[in-house]
């Protein structure tokens, strides 16, 4: 298999001692890992580079959810009653600040108590089997919501939820200048607490030499730029990556942020394993970084984007290596692992879908033997018989075939996936296969 040649054409590179931190940022779902940093890390270690993945989006969550935290929050919130307090002895509060003095007075160190005993209910709920009690299920949500209310006082007027996908900073992530304007705001930006209890304890214990981040979306813009610019602050000398789809898609206006590029020192576009793999080796080495494929890079003379790109043969590389991720700190009763057996999409022809721009080439797909390979090493090795499949659009021709062959190989995996459905799928014995 393809993926076994690439383990053993690595050994030749085994003396590589290089040390490198992945991070996923918030925001996300926490119900599963994202792909990025097991992609990565699948190629990193078997260079012989030693390689710690953080999910701190799970994390995160895993933080807020805590007794501790909350108990932090409080603390935030006290401060913030005592300063309309100490306002209000010297003038009339406006609108705003008595809505807010009236839900500052409501967070009762009993309420505080409340909440701190409730939510690690409401996290084992969701991690167990009573997540499949709707009565449960439905008091744990509620819970978390309740929750990041209380948290959101702590960070106003930051409005921070649970699912993320409604959080709000107030600042926008998609212009450059709020971003740096949000980086230092300790009042709304509640990442930099994140940074201070979650990442700088593994960067002083860990002691890495590049740290690489990967940014799935435009809300994880703030979060990451904060990192990296507090990361640059205590740990000048790491050498700090971005890459990921939105940072390929907004590569022409990162290449002119020279204020928000002083927090990095290189961005990785398009497919990022050979790439970083490659960048790995030069920072490590002190060799210059021009002519390295997929690259941006700052350097004493200004910041640079290198003419070369490459892709990924799909069939040479190895499968995702989840260790070290949290795997039991997921919000879900199941472990569910993400695996993608194409890239790009097959259909190509959505008129208000950009995603296609992060990557080189156009649709390419593993073969079957090499599909099924894998998932049945993931399902042994992680003991999960849960998948989801993550490619842009599963090709209809590849969901018939890995059907069956998933049939006559008895995997016995649960798995979904993205589809655009289309005519051929209307035959009723693809369905009857599919759930055979």
Same mark, same amino acid.
């Given at each position: 298999?393809g993926?076994?040649?690439?383990f053993?054409?690595a050994?030749?590179?085994?003396? =590589?001692?290089?040390k490198i931190?992945?991070?996923f940022?918030p &925001?996300?779902l926490?119900s599963?890992?994202y792909?990025?940093?097991p992609?990565?890390?699948?190629?990193?270690r078997?260079?012989?580079?030693e390689v710690?993945?953080?999910?701190?989006n799970?994390?995160?969550?895993?933080l807020?959810? =805590?007794?501790?935290?909350?108990e932090?929050?409080a603390g935030?919130?006290? !401060?913030?009653?005592? !300063?309309?307090l100490?306002?209000e002895k &010297?003038?009339?509060l406006?609108?705003?600040?008595s809505a807010?003095?009236?839900?500052l007075l409501?967070?009762?160190p009993?309420?505080r108590?409340?909440i701190?005993?409730d939510?690690e209910k409401?996290?084992s709920i969701l991690?167990g089997?009573?997540?499949?009690?709707?009565?449960?299920?439905?008091w744990?949500?509620?819970?978390?919501h309740?929750?990041?209310a209380?948290?959101?006082?702590?960070?106003?007027?930051a409005?921070?939820c649970?699912?993320p996908i409604?959080?709000?900073l107030?600042?926008?992530?998609?212009?450059?200048s709020e971003?740096?304007?949000?980086?230092d705001? &300790?009042?709304?930006?509640?990442?930099?607490?994140v940074?201070?209890?979650?990442?700088?304890?593994?960067?002083?214990?860990?002691k890495?030499g590049m740290v690489?981040?990967?940014i799935?979306?435009?809300k994880?813009?703030?979060?990451?730029f904060t990192f990296?610019k507090?990361?640059?602050?205590?740990f000048?000398?790491? !050498?700090i990556?971005i890459g990921g789809?939105?940072v390929?898609r907004?590569r022409?206006?990162l290449k002119?942020q020279?204020?928000?590029?002083?927090?990095?020192?290189?961005?990785?576009?398009?497919e990022?394993?050979s790439?970083?793999l490659q960048?790995?080796?030069?920072?490590e080495?002190?060799k210059?970084l021009a002519?390295?494929?997929?690259?941006i890079y700052?350097?004493?003379?200004?910041?640079h984007?290198?003419?070369?790109?490459?892709?990924?043969?799909?069939?040479?590389?190895p499968p995702?290596?989840f260790?070290?991720?949290?795997?039991d700190k997921?919000?879900?009763?199941k472990?569910?692992?993400?695996y993608l057996?194409t890239?790009g999409c097959y259909?190509?022809?959505?008129?208000?879908c950009?995603h296609?721009q992060?990557?080189?080439?156009?649709?390419?797909t593993?073969q079957?033997d090499?599909?099924?390979?894998?998932?049945?090493?993931?399902?042994?090795?992680?003991?999960?018989?849960?998948?989801h499949?993550?490619?842009? =659009?599963?090709?209809?021709?590849l969901f018939?075939?890995?059907?069956q062959?998933l049939?006559d190989?008895?995997?016995?995996?649960v798995?979904?996936? !993205?589809?655009?459905?289309?005519?051929t799928l209307?035959?009723?014995?693809?369905?009857?296969?599919?759930q055979?």
């Open positions: 298999m993926f076994w040649s690439f053993h054409n050994e030749i590179t085994l003396e =590589s001692t290089m931190l992945l991070l940022p &925001d996300w926490p599963e890992p792909l990025s940093l992609a990565l890390t699948s190629v990193l078997p260079a012989g580079h710690v993945q953080k999910d701190i799970v994390e995160m969550y895993d807020f959810f =805590s007794r501790p935290f909350i932090q929050v935030r919130i006290a !401060h913030e009653l005592n !300063h309309l100490h306002v &010297d003038r009339a406006d609108e705003e600040e807010l003095k009236k839900q409501q967070c009762t009993e309420l108590n409340q701190a005993d939510v409401a996290k991690r089997e009573s997540f499949y009690d709707i009565d449960k299920l439905e744990a949500t509620n819970i978390l309740q929750t990041m209380f948290i959101s006082l702590g960070y106003y007027p409005q921070i649970f699912p409604e959080t709000d107030v600042y926008k992530p998609f212009m450059s971003i740096l304007e949000a980086i705001d &300790d009042q709304i930006n509640i990442y930099r607490d940074y201070r209890q979650l990442i700088a304890p593994v960067i002083q214990q860990e890495p690489g981040i990967s799935v979306q435009q994880q813009l703030i979060p990451t990296c507090m990361i640059k602050e205590e000048p000398d790491v !050498h990556t789809n939105i390929t907004t022409d206006e002119d020279e204020q928000l590029f002083a927090t990095i020192d290189s961005a990785v576009l398009y990022g394993e790439a970083y960048l790995v080796s030069a920072v080495q002190a210059p002519g390295l494929p997929n690259l700052r350097d004493d003379s200004g910041i984007a290198n003419e070369d790109v490459c892709s990924e043969d799909l069939s040479k590389l995702p290596d260790e070290g991720l949290p795997l997921y919000f879900i009763p472990l569910i692992l993400p057996a890239r259909w190509g022809r959505c008129t208000f950009d296609f992060g990557y080189v080439e156009g649709f390419r593993m079957v090499q599909i099924v390979e894998e998932i049945k090493f993931l399902k042994e090795k992680h003991n999960t018989r849960y998948f499949f993550t490619d842009e =659009s599963y090709p209809p021709a018939r075939k890995l059907s062959r049939i190989d008895k995997l016995d995996i798995w979904t996936t !993205h589809m655009r459905f289309e005519e209307l035959d009723e014995q693809v369905w009857k296969d599919v055979a």
